[in-house]
């Protein structure tokens, strides 16, 4: 088991080093139904192991120019003081509800990795964000990465490129700074009340840490976009999974109980389907609309 637990830690490591995010969302259900760590120190752990991470990953994209300090720098310090007032938070909620709300992260991580995302022209890119649009997303991420243990990639690195403008590959090297951030922040709050078994979370961020300065290396190489639509579909059955691990027993042997679940796996199922394909089919639909269209833009 520990050899898988490694193993799965260095998975977890190359995707943030690949995508800026992503890979921290898998670390608390690594933990926690691996390891076996319990829900509240698998948090801590989580934040401790992905804080250490993105910072030596960043390493990699720092070297190729692919961060902005001062966006990185601003949007972490108000991450910082959300995630710390998560981090505080979070040991006094249920860990029913704390799990809940990872497994809706993860949904929210999948949809956004299936999908994709838009890349900005070059044109409309600036140097760095508006800084109240900054401390604001900064603040909203970070109490989610508190609270969950998630680092809020999935979150920071839409906001850099729909917001600021940034290139994809920028947009990741700036959410690695961002993310060990108020990930550290976030381990500050969890280890005034939980305790931490160092020797695993040594053992796992180690692990990490290699996957991430090979994903650091990968990163700007290689085409990305189907391995980024795979993993999003994986994270997608570990939130189902997570989620239903929460439901009671009681609540299965009830034949009205478990209409309800159908009806809303049914439902998010629906939902789902909708924006990975309908809404999908439309992008695609417009992008290949410019793209015919741009050889005659050129001839004028």
Do not use: C, N
């Amino acid at each position: 088991m520990i050899i898988v637990t490694l193993v799965a830690a260095v998975v977890v490591g190359l995707t943030l080093g690949l995508f800026g995010g992503g890979g921290s969302i898998l670390t608390v259900p690594l933990l926690v139904y691996v390891a076996g760590v319990p829900a509240k120190e698998a948090i801590a752990m989580s934040l401790f192991t992905v804080g250490v991470t993105s910072a030596v990953s960043a390493v990699g994209h720092a070297r190729a120019g692919r961060i902005r300090w001062k966006t990185g720098l601003v949007f972490g310090a108000a991450g910082m003081a959300g995630a710390y007032g998560g981090g505080l938070l979070g040991p006094h909620l249920p860990e029913a509800l704390l799990m809940v709300a990872f497994a809706v992260m993860m949904a929210a991580t999948a949809i956004a990795m299936i999908r994709g995302r838009k890349t900005p022209s070059h044109d409309s890119a600036r140097t760095d964000l508006p800084v109240a649009h900054v401390v604001v997303e900064g603040v909203v991420v970070g109490v989610v990465t508190g609270l969950v243990g998630a680092g809020g990639g999935f979150l920071v690195v839409p906001a850099l490129v729909l917001l600021g403008g940034l290139p994809m590959s920028v947009a990741v090297g700036t959410s690695l700074i961002v993310i060990a951030m108020k990930s550290f922040a976030g381990f500050a709050g969890y280890l005034q009340s939980v305790p931490i078994d160092w020797s695993a979370a040594l053992s796992i961020t180690a692990a990490a840490v290699v996957g991430g300065l090979i994903g650091g290396r990968l990163a700007g190489r290689i085409q990305a976009d189907r391995l980024r639509e795979a993993f999003g579909w994986f994270v997608l059955a570990m939130g189902v999974f997570v989620l239903s691990r929460q439901v009671p027993p009681s609540l299965l042997d009830s034949a009205w109980g478990l209409a309800v679940l159908v009806a809303a796996a049914l439902s998010a199922v629906a939902v789902a389907a909708y924006l990975l394909l309908v809404r999908g089919g439309r992008d695609r639909a417009g992008r290949a609309t410019r793209a015919t269209r741009l050889p005659q833009t050129d001839r004028r």
